[in-house]
C-alpha cells in the first residue's frame, strides 16, 4: 500500500483503484513498463560491455587481416603509383592496333622510370609484371641501369647554350611558378615530382643541377607547339630554336636499353595491368589470364590451379570418406560398451587428438619412409624384397593416410557424441519385429546415426581442405594441396596478390561448408574433449 | 547382460574346431616367423603342427589357464632365445602369449562369450571380427605414437629401428638426442620461445574469453549470433587463410610499431606472434566457458547480491570458483592450441621468434635428425599430462554441477 491509499476504507480503496486508470507503477514513481525497458536496457549494455573487448579485439587481429587479404586479390597499386604519367597516356593507346605507342607515351615513360630507378621502384614493378609475363623483371632491372645515361644531355646542352640561365635551378623554380605552368603542363608536373624527390631524399632542389629529363619535358612541349609566346624571352628563344635542334629519339634509348621495349605485348600489359584494381589475380587462380580481349583460358601447360584445386576436394573427400569408415565402428564400439571400458578405450582417442600435430606428421614419416618401420617390418618378415621397399610417402598415399590418422579424432568425437544418446532398445525391437541384423541396422541404427556422421564430415573436410604443414612434409610433389602453393607464393614466389585471390577461393568454399555446418548441425553445438 | 542370465554353452567341438581354428593361426604365425629366418615352408608346417598340438594339449591336460599361458609363453621365449638372442626371446614370448591366449579363447568358447546364446555361428563370427577391426583402428590411432618413444633414444642418427636397437642391446640405446636438445642453441631458444609465447597468448584469451562468454551467457544479448560467428571464426577460417591474411596486415601492424612507436624489432616480433596466438586460441575458451555455464546456476549470483556482494565479489567469490574447472580446461584448448601451432608463426614471425613446432617442422623438412624424436617425446608427455588435467576437472565441474562423473 502507498501513502496516498492509507488510511481509506477498502471501498473508498477500490474505488480509487477503479478510478485509477493511469500505467502500472514501479516501487520509485516512474511506469513499471518504462522502468522494465530501462532495467532489460541496462542488463544489455552490461552484456555488450563485457563483450566489447574480445570483439573489438579480435576484429583487429583476425577480421580486419582477412577483409585485408581480400582486398589484396583485388588490389594493383603498384603499376599506378610507379609509373602515374605512363599509365595516364597509355590509357589512349590502342593496344589492338599492335604499333608502338606514341611519343607522348616514351615522354612520360622516361620520367617514370628515372624516378622509379632512382627509388629503386622498378625492380618491384618489373617482379610484379614479371608474373604476367616473362622476362619483364629483367627488362625493367636493364632498363634502370641505363636510364640515368640516356642521351638526352643533348636538349640540356643546346638549352644552355642558347642561354646560361636555364642552367639555374632558381629560373626554373620562378618560371614553373607563374602562368608558363598552365603551358607547359608536362614540365610543370615533372618539376613538382622533382621538388617532391629532392625532399625525400633531404636535398634543397635549389642547390641540385637541373636534370636531364626536365630539359626533355621542355624540348617535348615546347616542339609541339606550347603556347608560351610573350612569357619570357627565353622561352620565346627557345621555341624559336627548337624546330632546328638536334634530336634523341626516346624510343631507340629504350631499345638500345633492350630491344624488348620494342614488343607491343609489353605495352599491352603494362596497359592491362594499369588500373588501380585488377581481376588478373582471380583470373590467374583458375587459370585464366587478362588479355586486352578479356579473360582467356591459359594454355594448357600452363594450367596448374585447376589441378590443385580438384586435387584438394578429391584428397579431401577421400580422407573424410576413410575417417567415416574407421570412425564409425569405433564410435559405435565406444556408445555401446559399459562406460568404464568405453572410458579407458577413449584414451586411445584422445592421446592422439591431444599429441602435438609435428609429432604425429614426424611419426608417420618414420613409419612411412622407405628405410622406415613399416617397410622394416615387412621386408624383416619376407613380404616384401628388401630392393622393392614399397614408396609410401612423398605422395598421395601419404598424405592420406597420415591426415586420416590425424583428423579421425574429430570424426570419432561426434559421432560417439550421437551415438550415445541412440537408445539400444531400439534395436532390439526391431530385431524382435522381426528384422534381419542388417536391416535392424541399416533401418534403425543408421539413420539415427546420420547427424553424427554429417557433423564429423565437414569438421573433417573443413580441417582437411585448408591443411598445409602435413602434405608439406609428407606429400611430396604429388601429395600436396592448394594451401601449399599459397605458402608458396608467400614464401618463395613473393606473388602475394595471387596468395590472396587462391586464399579467397578457398575462406569462400569453406565458408559455404560452414553454413551448411550451421544449417544441419548449428555452431552452438560444437563440442571438445 | 546380467550375470544370471548367462547360459554356459559348453565348450566347442575339439577335432572338428577347436583344433584346426588354432592350428590354422599356428600356419600363419609359422609361416611369418620361417620366413624371417628363410625357410617359410618349414616354419609353416612346424607351426601348424605346434598349433595343433598346443590346441589340444592345454584345452585338454591343462585345465589351469594361468599355468599353461605361463608356460607357452616361457617355452616359446627360451626357444627364441636359443635362436635369435634377447630379441629373439622377445618375440618367442610374443608369439607364446598370442597363441596360448588364442587356444584357450577357442577351445573354451570364450569368443561367445559377448553374443546372445541365440546367435548364428556365422554372427559370432562377424561379432568377433567386428572387435578385431576395432582393435586394428585402436592400433592404427595409437601406434605412431608409440613407435615414435623408442626411436628417441637412438644411439644412431637414424629414424630407424637398428639392429641392436632389436636385440634390445644397451649399446643400441643411448639419451644423446635429449642431450641434443637440451645442449643445441638452436632447441633452447626454440623453447624458451614457445614457453614465453604461448602463456602470454594464453593469459590474454583466457581473460577477454571468459568476460566475453559471460556477457554471451546473459539473458538478452542483441545479435548474439552473429556475435558468435565472429568469434567463433578463428576457429572455422582454416589456418593457412588465417596465416595468409596475418601475414599482410601484421607486417603493416609491425612497421607502425617499429616506425612510429620506436620499438624494438624483437619486441615487435614478438607482439605480433603472440596477438596472432592469442586470435586463435579464443574460440576453445569460448566454447568451454559458454558450456560451463550452461550449467551454472543463475539465482546463486542473485542470493549473493541479496545479501549485499556486489558484483566484483560476486563474480570472485561465487561464480569465478564455480566455472573455474571450464575456464582452465578452456585455456590449456588455447595453450595447446599456441603452444602446437606453427603454420601462423612461419608467417607472421621471424627466425628470432622460432618456436619449437617451427623448429621441428625445418627440421622434418630440412636435416633430419632423431632430435625431432626427442622432443616428439617430451612433447607426447606433456600431451598425456595436460589429457590427464582435462580429464580430472571435467569430472571435478560435473561433480560441482551435481551431475554422475561420466
Not at chain 1, 615387412?378 to 591426415?403: E, S, Y
Amino acid at each position: 500500500m502507498t501513502d496516498s491509499t492509507a488510511g481509506m476504507t477498502p471501498e473508498e480503496a477500490r474505488r480509487a483503484d477503479e478510478a485509477h486508470t493511469g500505467p502500472m507503477l514501479a516501487a520509485d514513481g516512474t511506469p513499471l513498463k518504462k522502468s522494465l525497458a530501462r532495467a532489460l536496457r541496462r542488463q544489455k549494455l552490461r552484456a555488450l560491455g563485457l563483450i566489447a573487448p574480445l570483439l573489438v579485439f579480435v576484429l583487429i587481429t583476425f577480421v580486419v587481416p582477412i577483409g585485408d587479404m581480400l582486398l589484396r586479390s583485388i588490389k594493383n597499386d603498384i603499376v599506378a603509383d610507379t609509373l602515374p604519367a605512363t599509365v595516364e597516356t597509355l590509357a589512349d593507346w590502342d593496344a589492338d592496333a599492335s604499333e608502338l605507342p606514341g611519343d607522348d607515351v616514351w615522354m612520360a615513360f622516361y620520367v617514370d622510370m628515372w624516378f622509379a630507378a632512382e627509388r629503386k621502384e622498378h625492380t618491384r614493378l618489373g617482379s610484379r609484371l614479371n608474373y604476367e609475363q616473362t622476362g619483364v623483371s629483367s627488362l625493367f632491372r636493364k632498363t634502370g641501369r641505363r636510364v640515368d645515361r640516356f642521351d638526352t644531355d643533348v636538349y640540356t646542352d643546346q638549352l644552355v647554350d642558347l642561354d646560361p640561365s636555364w642552367e639555374d635551378p632558381a629560373s626554373w623554380a620562378a618560371m614553373l611558378d607563374g602562368p608558363a605552368a598552365d603551358a607547359l603542363p608536362l614540365t610543370a608536373e615533372t618539376w613538382e615530382r622533382w621538388k617532391e624527390f629532392n625532399v625525400e631524399e633531404g636535398d634543397a632542389v635549389l642547390e641540385e643541377d637541373v636534370p636531364d629529363f626536365l630539359f626533355t619535358t621542355l624540348y617535348y612541349e615546347l616542339n609541339n607547339g606550347a603556347e608560351v609566346d610573350g612569357m619570357s624571352d627565353r622561352l620565346d628563344a627557345a621555341k624559336a630554336a627548337v624546330g632546328e635542334f638536334e634530336t634523341v629519339s626516346l624510343q631507340e634509348q629504350f631499345a638500345d636499353a633492350d630491344e624488348d621495349w620494342l614488343d607491343p605485348e609489353v605495352w599491352k600489359t603494362i596497359q592491362l595491368y594499369s588500373p588501380r584494381v585488377t581481376s588478373g589475380y582471380f583470373a590467374n587462380s583458375v587459370d585464366m589470364q587478362l588479355t586486352p580481349e578479356g579473360i582467356e583460358p591459359r594454355p594448357d601447360n600452363q594450367q596448374i590451379y585447376g589441378i590443385l584445386f580438384k586435387r584438394t576436394l578429391f584428397m579431401s573427400l577421400v580422407i573424410t570418406g576413410s575417417c567415416i569408415m574407421l570412425a564409425y565402428p569405433v564410435a559405435w564400439l565406444l556408445s555401446n560398451l559399459p562406460m568404464r571400458t568405453a572410458n579407458l578405450l577413449m584414451i586411445l582417442v584422445l592421446l592422439p587428438f591431444w599429441t602435438s600435430l609435428l609429432v604425429r606428421t614426424s611419426a608417420w614419416k618414420v613409419m612411412l619412409q622407405q628405410q622406415g618401420v613399416i617397410n622394416d617390418v615387412l621386408v624383416w618378415l619376407g613380404l616384401v624384397a628388401d630392393d622393392a621397399r614399397l614408396t609410401m610417402i612423398n605422395n598421395q598415399f601419404g598424405t592420406i593416410v597420415a591426415m586420416t590418422h590425424i583428423l579421425l579424432p574429430f570424426m570419432i568425437l561426434p559421432m560417439y557424441s550421437v551415438m550415445s544418446t541412440i537408445p539400444p532398445s531400439y534395436l532390439r525391437a526391431a530385431k524382435s519385429l522381426g528384422a534381419t541384423n542388417w536391416t535392424a541396422f541399416w533401418r534403425v541404427y543408421f539413420p539415427q546415426s546420420v547427424p553424427g556422421i554429417g557433423a564429423g564430415s565437414i569438421l573433417v573436410f573443413i580441417l582437411a581442405i585448408g591443411y598445409y604443414i602435413t602434405p608439406e612434409i609428407v606429400g611430396g610433389n604429388t601429395g600436396t594441396f592448394i594451401s601449399n602453393r599459397i605458402a608458396y607464393h608467400i614464401s618463395s614466389s613473393l606473388n602475394w596478390g595471387l596468395a590472396a585471390a587462391l586464399g579467397t577461393i578457398l575462406l569462400v568454399v569453406v565458408l559455404v561448408l560452414y553454413w551448411a555446418y550451421d544449417k544441419i548441425v548449428g555452431i552452438d553445438n560444437v563440442k571438445l574433449g | 547382460m546380467s550375470e544370471e542370465l548367462v547360459i554356459k554353452t559348453g565348450r566347442p567341438d575339439m577335432m572338428s574346431f577347436t583344433l584346426p581354428v588354432v592350428a590354422g593361426l599356428g600356419l600363419i604365425l609359422g609361416f611369418l616367423t620361417g620366413n624371417v629366418i628363410g625357410s617359410p615352408w618349414i616354419g609353416l608346417v612346424l607351426g601348424t603342427l605346434i598349433g595343433a598340438g598346443l590346441a589340444y594339449g592345454l584345452n585338454e591336460m591343462v585345465p589351469k589357464k594361468s599355468i599353461g599361458r605361463w608356460g607357452v609363453i616361457i617355452a616359446f621365449a627360451v626357444i627364441g632365445l636359443l635362436f635369435g638372442g634377447l630379441g629373439g626371446a622377445v618375440g618367442g614370448a610374443i608369439i607364446g602369449a598370442i597363441i596360448s591366449w588364442f587356444a584357450y579363447w577357442i577351445g573354451r568358447g570364450t569368443y561367445r562369450d559377448d553374443v546372445p546364446i541365440y546367435s548364428t555361428p556365422g554372427q559370432t563370427l562377424w561379432w568377433n571380427f567386428f572387435l578385431f577391426i576395432c582393435g586394428a583402428i585402436f592400433i592404427f590411432l595409437i601406434t605412431p605414437i608409440l613407435v615414435v618413444l623408442p626411436l628417441s633414444f637412438n644411439a644412431e642418427d637414424f629414424f630407424t629401428f637398428t639392429p641392436e636397437m632389436l636385440r634390445l642391446d644397451p649399446e643400441g640405446y643411448s639419451l644423446k638426442h635429449y642431450r641434443d636438445f637440451f645442449e643445441t642453441d638452436d632447441w633452447q631458444l626454440a623453447l624458451k620461445n614457445s614457453l614465453v609465447i604461448a602463456p602470454i597468448a594464453t593469459i590474454i584469451s583466457v581473460s577477454l574469453g571468459t568476460l566475453a562468454a559471460i556477457g554471451l551467457s546473459q539473458s538478452h544479448v542483441p545479435g548474439r549470433r552473429a556475435i558468435m560467428a565472429v568469434l567463433i571464426s578463428p576457429m572455422i577460417v582454416p589456418l593457412i587463410i588465417s596465416a595468409t591474411g596475418m601475414f599482410f596486415f601484421y607486417s603493416t601492424l609491425g612497421n607502425f610499431l617499429e616506425g612510429t612507436l620506436g620499438m624494438s624489432k624483437g619486441l615487435v616480433g614478438y607482439i605480433k606472434v603472440i596477438l596472432a596466438h592469442a586470435v586463435l586460441g579464443i574460440p576453445f575458451v569460448i566454447i568451454t566457458v559458454t558450456a560451463t555455464l550452461v550449467g551454472f546456476d543463475r539465482s546463486l549470483t542473485r542470493a549473493a547480491a541479496n545479501m549485499g556482494a556486489d558484483p566484483v565479489t560476486t563474480f570472485f567469490r561465487v561464480q569465478m570458483p564455480l566455472i573455474l574447472p571450464g575456464v582452465i580446461s578452456g585455456g590449456l584448448f588455447a595453450f595447446i592450441t599456441s603452444f602446437d601451432e606453427v603454420v601462423v608463426v612461419l608467417f607472421v614471425g621471424s627466425a628470432a621468434q622460432k618456436t619449437l613446432p617451427w623448429q621441428m617442422f625445418i627440421g622434418l623438412r630440412e636435416q633430419i635428425s632423431p632430435t625431432i624424436l626427442a622432443v616428439a617425446t617430451i612433447l607426447v608427455v606433456i600431451s598425456i599430462a595436460l589429457l590427464t588435467t582435462v580429464e580430472l576437472l571435467r569430472r571435478r565441474s560435473e561433480r560441482l554441477r551435481g551431475m554422475s562423473p561420466g
